[in-house]
């Protein structure tokens, strides 16, 4: 059985280190590899965003020059009984050039595409 708190640990540390630093890189985790099909979906701050590339040019856009992740609290559950998939709920404070530093949530739904590999199919912001 898939250890769910360490693939949320290994995901977010990944993924927020991207993030910080090369947001484009983030392209892969969106894609779905088994099937062709674009199957990420992703709220931010109410703008729904549908497909891998929309995802990453989203992020890419926004309106930063330098950012900083730092998680406080990172929970994970399985989000269906039989799929494997797994729910992700991270907390933390984010800073943002030279504003202060403000909380954020964040939400990521993990779907599996075999063993030790998943794509984000929902995230919420």
Do not use: W
């Amino acid at each position: 059985m898939t250890d769910i708190t360490a693939v949320a640990k290994q995901f977010t540390e990944y993924y927020y280190s991207v993030f910080d630093t090369n947001r484009a890189q983030l392209l892969p985790l969106y894609v779905r590899i088994v099937a062709v099909r674009d199957y990420s979906m992703m709220i931010y701050e109410s703008k729904q965003v549908a497909g891998a590339q929309a995802i990453v040019q989203h992020l890419m856009g926004l309106q930063f020059q330098a950012i900083k992740h730092i998680v406080t609290t990172c929970d994970a559950q399985p989000s269906h009984p039989t799929q494997g998939s797994i729910l992700i709920t991270v907390m933390g404070q984010l800073k943002c050039d030279d504003d202060p530093p403000m909380n954020f949530l964040q939400i990521f739904n993990l779907y599996p595409e075999g063993p030790g590999q998943y794509f984000v199919y929902n995230g919420a912001f």
